[in-house]
């Protein structure tokens, strides 16, 4: 039986940024953003100021407020656009066709490609850097990227469990399961160091044996 509590709406995108007047000018919320994306890689939450977002962008400070109300609104949709880049909405799709296994080996590529990627790997660094950033800092990087990715593996494995091809009582685990699974000794190395650029088939090795243990961990019995 599926525990209904594991699975959880993604958090909808804060309604802060839009005020009200004028329509917003989306060339420069885009600069923005890039700009933002930017400094918090290279120099983490408390080393970013709004000041030096503006003028990266090449915009004021009230325009960089009037797009996103204040840093921790613009530091969470940083995080959350480069998910979204990586790990569009789509490719959570319940609709798409094919096997089951080929659309989690699709997902668990394209999650290894995020996490393994020089800016993720920075920021990864940056949360476990002692005395970098607060509790609040950390939820919030939590809330806007793995946690909307694992809601949105949840609700797709839901799909699969409700026609029974696969048998979950708690999907959030199970979805936690899968990233972990997929991140495994692979991408340890690589944060240390020890295996700076893997080729692609050892990653798509390393992914499918991954779906394969899942898979058969949540067969139908």
Not at 179 to 202: I, Q, T, Y
Not at 203 to 215: E, T
């Amino acid at each position: 039986m599926v525990s209904k509590s594991s699975v959880v709406a993604s958090p909808k995108p804060s309604s802060r940024a839009a005020g009200p007047g004028r329509p917003k000018d989306m060339g420069k919320r885009a600069a923005i953003l890039e700009a933002a994306k930017q400094m918090f890689t290279e120099l983490g939450f408390g080393g970013v100021s709004m000041d030096g977002i503006a003028a990266r962008a090449g915009v004021s400070k009230l325009t960089v407020y009037s797009h996103y109300g204040d840093k921790e609104t613009l530091f969470a949709e940083a995080v959350r656009a480069q998910c979204q880049a990586l790990l569009p909405d789509d490719l959570f799709g319940h609709a798409l066709k094919g096997p089951l296994r080929t659309q989690l080996v699709e997902i668990g590529m394209a999650f290894f490609a995020m996490i393994s990627s020089e800016a993720a790997m920075a920021t990864h660094r940056m949360m476990l850097a002692p005395g970098t950033g607060d509790e609040h800092v950390r939820e919030m990087f939590w809330n806007a990227g793995p946690k909307r990715t694992q809601q949105d593996l949840a609700q797709l494995l839901q799909v699969h469990v409700a026609a029974g091809a696969l048998e979950i009582a708690d999907l959030g685990l199970a979805a936690s399961q899968f990233f972990c699974l997929v991140k495994g000794e692979l991408h340890s190395l690589m944060m240390c160091g020890l295996c700076r650029d893997p080729s692609r088939a050892r990653i798509q090795a390393h992914v499918q044996a991954s779906v394969d243990f899942f898979l058969r961990a949540y067969a139908v019995r």
